[in-house]
Nanobody, 126 residues
Framework: QVQLVESGGGLVQPGGSLRLSCAVV????????IGWFRQAPGKGREGVSA????????YYADSVKGRFTISRDSARDTVYLQMNNLRPEDTGVYYC???????????????????WGQGTQVTVSS
């Protein structure tokens, strides 16, 4: 059973930074993708970024390009999302998710992901 545990959320002022962590447990395949998603109140779940374990390629939503960086520590089975220059519109619950089909292609669509973490709240406000 794949389990994902997010941490690192919190309250930050506009322009500030946060680093989210996603610890992944129980994966038996070498190749997959891990994605980060967010959901603001009253809105649908939005793909933010993803990383492939096949080639290390990274993917970003246009709204976060140049501000967010996804990375992976394979020794710790942990994926990070470094978020800089945060804006109020970045506020939401952030989830990490596992995609088995990510060994073939990487998507930022939520329905391409099989297992989800419980989420961590990020609030950007002055």
């Amino acid at each position: 059973q794949v389990q994902l545990v997010e941490s690192g959320g919190g309250l930050v002022q506009p322009g500030g930074s946060l680093r989210l962590s996603c610890a992944v447990v129980g994966i038996t395949f070498d190749y997959y993708a891990i994605g980060w998603f967010r959901q603001a109140p009253g809105k649908g779940r939005e793909g933010v970024s993803a990383i492939s374990t096949v080639d290390g390629n990274t993917y970003y939503a246009d709204s976060v390009k140049g501000r967010f960086t996804i990375s992976r520590d394979s020794a710790r089975d942990t994926v990070y999302l470094q978020m800089n220059n945060l804006r109020p519109e970045d506020t939401g619950v952030y989830y990490c998710a596992y995609s088995g089909s990510g060994r073939f292609y990487v998507s930022l669509r939520p329905n391409s992901y099989d297992y989800w973490g419980q989420g961590t709240q990020v609030t950007v406000s002055s």
